[in-house]
């Protein structure tokens, strides 16, 4: 806004919208405290998730992701890793927070992340109710746009770290063993102090990548971008190509089972 704060409540002309969270935009006003929108400025980056059908913007302008993850409701290491190829797509820096660091169940968990480290992740546990410091100084100063399943205290947390933000937060499903999405839209705050800022998002259950293209997708997993040119083929696309570094180092146990399952779901769901 030119030369003051408030809040306007916009609308998108025609059928453009496509406004995501974290977005400057050029607006007009239509009556006090209302308006239209009717530019939206370049993106640094944007941050989003697509099927065959839709793209569904999550933030854009954003200097960091947020990837949260609990070890209740379960935890679905595949919902992590298209989490991070899609930051990885969108040239976004992924902080991994591990949260609800008080609950037993959470060691397993951690133990199980740690590869994560390895691969030049930030990983983090805290605890929304007990502890966030090891967090709070990861946000200073940064937009920081917080990803992940439903129920995984996202809200919680961002409560935490911004006192009056108020944002809803729900019980867990111990029927589904699921969140009850109980954020409908992405919303950004600003942290204390304006030292940065924080987009709380609803909790996705899948997160759809149809924007991949073989390259990116190649280059969104840090244990097959450094193993670039040490294929037999230069073509190789790790499948079971022989001379495969990568699988090779799969079989040496360098790489997770686990992560490179999930490379060959997505390999297989290329256009
Ligand atoms: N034990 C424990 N529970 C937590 C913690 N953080 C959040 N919770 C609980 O987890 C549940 C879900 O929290 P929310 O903050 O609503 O989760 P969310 O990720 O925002 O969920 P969606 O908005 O649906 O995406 C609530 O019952 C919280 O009280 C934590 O650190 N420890
Ligand atoms: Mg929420
Ligand atoms: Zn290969």
Redesign the pocket.
């Known amino acids: 806004m030119d030369g003051g704060e408030g809040v306007v409540e916009c609308v998108t002309r025609g059928k453009k919208g496509g406004v995501a969270c974290g977005d400057q935009v050029k607006f007009a006003f239509t009556s006090a405290g209302k308006g239209v929108i009717e530019a939206i400025e370049p993106r640094r980056n944007l941050l989003y998730r697509s099927d065959e059908f839709r793209s569904k913007l999550l933030a854009a302008n954003v200097d960091q992701a947020a990837i ?1 993850v609990a070890a209740v409701p379960a935890f679905h290491e595949e919902l992590l890793i298209r989490c991070l190829v899609a930051c990885e797509v969108a040239d976004i820096p992924a902080l991994i927070v591990l ?2 660091a ?2 037993p169940e959470t060691e397993a968990l951690a133990r199980a992340l740690a590869p994560y480290s390895g691969l030049g992740y930030t990983l983090l546990r805290v ?3 007990e502890n966030v410091a090891a967090l709070e100084q990861h946000l200073a100063g940064h937009t920081t746009v917080f990803v ?1 399943a ?7 947390l961002l409560n935490r770290l911004v006192p009056d933000a108020n944002a809803s ?4 499903s111990l029927a589904l063993d699921a ?5 409908t839209h992405a919303r950004l705050f600003r942290l204390p102090g304006d030292d940065g800022a924080l987009i709380d998002s ?2 996705m259950q899948e997160f759809g990548l149809k924007h991949l293209d073989l390259n990116s997708l190649m280059a969104s997993f840090p244990e097959i971008r450094e193993r670039r040119g040490q294929c037999r083929f230069h073509n190789c696309r790790h499948l079971k190509e022989p001379g495969c570094a990568v699988l090779e180092a799969a079989k040496e146990g360098a790489i997770q089972p686990s992560r490179l399952k999930v490379y060959h779901w997505l390999l297989a769901g290329l256009k």
Request: hydrophobic share 20%.
């Open positions: 949260v949260n609800k008080d609950l605890s929304a109710r992940g439903s129920g995984v205290g996202k809200s919680t937060t729900g019980e867990i969140g009850k999405h109980t954020t609803p909790g």
